[in-house]
């Protein structure tokens, strides 16, 4: 079963910039997609962006030349790179990572992105 492990999540004020990581271990096969997802206060959870084990990348309009997503297979580890960062911004950040070819997704137990205006 794969794990995934965050980091890089904090207080910022806004304008700022913040970099998450997550580091996927016990994958078994090379063809997957890792992503991250984000979840507000009394919001459902949503999709920010993905990245496929070719570096194909898929972006929330929202986060559109704002945030990168990066990721580095070798490690098994993808980034988010978070610019010019906004008080909406604000919520916990989830790793996924994903087998698309049998649709099983695994969850990061989440990391707390705060941006103070």
């Known amino acids: 079963q794969v794990q995934l492990e965050e980091s890089g999540g904090g207080t910022v004020q806004a304008g700022g910039s913040l970099r998450l990581s997550c580091v996927a271990s016990?994958?078994?096969?090379?063809?997957?997609?890792m992503g991250w997802y984000r979840q507000a206060p009394g919001k459902p959870r949503e999709l920010v962006a993905y990245?496929?084990?070719?570096?194909?990348?898929n972006y929330a309009d929202s986060v559109k030349g704002r945030f990168t997503i990066s990721r580095d297979n070798d490690k098994n580890t993808v980034y988010l790179q978070m610019n010019s960062l906004k008080p909406e911004h604000t919520a916990v950040y989830y790793c996924?990572?994903?087998?698309?070819?049998?649709?099983?997704?695994?969850w990061g137990q989440g990391t707390q992105v705060t941006v103070s205006s």
């Open positions: 996924n990572f994903r087998y698309p070819r049998v649709g099983i997704d695994y």
């Open positions: 016990k994958v078994t096969f090379s063809i997957n997609t």
């Open positions: 990245i496929t084990d070719g570096g194909t990348t």
